[in-house]
């Protein structure tokens, strides 16, 4: 084991000796993964808007916030009530952490199938004339300027259908439990940084970027569909450089 495997593995023993075999076979540990991966990047990026660039002001800040999470955040607390509360052990808690090559193969495998099958989810619901109308339309209510907030703005149909499309790999391949917080987090909150308006040296190398983003809110045609990579639209021709 080399010293990047060892540093895994005491991440890994860390995690279990504080959080509990218990706590890590329920779906509590890729919950608050997630949960995580919506809140950080949008207080990271709030302060921003608020503090950095100005370009609202503390109060505009929070009723972005509160128009999007009003509602989720509260579910979020029932949620982890019940998972703590409820016993549901849905995973096997292993003692050793991934190797370095499952972790990365199963990071990598998750944001590809998370991407493709978010971006056939996402057409379906723009050429699906009665879903985008009762539906898909609330989170195109929102126009350019974005905030990061925008990326909850959304019907709770929608919030489901999304959920499972982005944590497919997890939800239908057996991954070690750390590898499945880690990507869970990470592609919420690449969903979340892509509803941010703000340019992203290097990062928008690699992921589906804000501004492109923009031209998908403000366009008739579906545009710069995915909200993860920028792969599936420019296979399948719906990429449009910002």
């Known amino acids: 084991m080399n ?4 540093a895994l593995q005491h991440v890994w023993d860390l995690i279990l000796n504080n959080m509990g075999e218990v706590f890590l076979s329920s779906p ?27 370009r609202m002001s503390l109060k505009e800040s929070l009723v972005v916030y509160w128009r999007a999470m009003k509602w989720y955040s509260a579910l979020y607390v029932v949620l982890l009530t019940l998972f703590i509360f409820i016993p549901m052990r849905v995973f096997d808690v292993p003692a050793e952490a991934p ?40 989170h195109h209510v929102d126009k350019p300027p974005l905030s990061v907030w925008t990326a909850m703005v959304v019907h709770p149909v ?3 259908t999304v959920f499972i499309c982005f944590h497919i790999y997890g939800i239908l391949f057996s991954i070690h439990p750390l590898t499945f917080a880690v990507a869970a987090f990470s592609i919420t909150a690449v969903t979340m940084i892509t509803h941010c308006g703000y340019k992203l040296p290097i990062y928008d ?38």
């Open 3 to 6: 010293n990047s495997e060892l």
């Open 205 to 242: 190398w690699f992921f589906a970027t804000a501004k492109g983003h923009y031209l998908h809110h403000s366009s008739q045609e579906p545009t710069n569909v995915s909200v993860v990579l920028t792969l599936c639209d420019r296979l399948f021709g719906t990429f449009r450089a910002a």
């Open 28 to 54: 509590s540990f890729i919950f608050i993964a997630v949960v995580l991966g919506i809140y950080v990047p949008g207080i990271v990026f709030s302060f921003v808007d608020v503090y950095v660039s100005k």
């Open 158 to 160: 929608e919030a489901c």
């Open 99 to 138: 190797s370095l090559l499952e972790f990365f193969t199963d990071i990598l495998l998750y944001f590809l199938l998370g991407d493709f099958v978010s971006y056939v989810w996402h057409v379906v619901e723009h050429k699906h004339k009665w879903y985008g109308k009762k539906v898909h339309y609330i």
